[in-house]
């Protein structure tokens, strides 16, 4: 067999190792970022939302804590917060009247 047979067959296989590497590769990052996106990035977004609507007064939000990690239980010291400020209010008005 001559040797530049050999060393073709050689490029191409690498070429097709390569390509699969790749692939497997930003699969593997496609993934991920569904992940993140998912699991992390929404809910944290959801939450700047409703804390905004919290900071104009609006204070029937609840947020979901669902999620059993950092993320629920930021979102259930959020609810805790809301629930305070609900019964400041409360205690407020009492007050004044």
């Known amino acids: 067999i001559p040797a530049s047979k050999v060393y073709e067959a050689a490029n191409q296989l ?3 190792v390569l390509g699969i590497v790749a692939a ?8 991920i970022n569904i992940f993140l996106r998912t699991s992390i990035l929404q809910p ?8 905004n609507e919290i900071s104009r007064g609006n204070l029937n939000i609840e947020f ?4 059993k990690n ?3 239980v930021f979102a259930k010291s959020l609810n805790c917060m809301v629930q305070s400020l609900k ?11």
């Open 70 to 72: 950092e993320i629920g």
């Open 24 to 31: 497997v590769f930003f699969a593997a990052i496609a993934l």
């Open 87 to 97: 019964m400041a209010f409360e205690t407020l008005e009492d007050e004044q009247q």
């Open 64 to 67: 979901d804590q669902s999620s």
């Open 44 to 51: 944290i977004r959801s939450m700047a939302t409703l804390s």
């Open 14 to 16: 690498k070429l097709i």
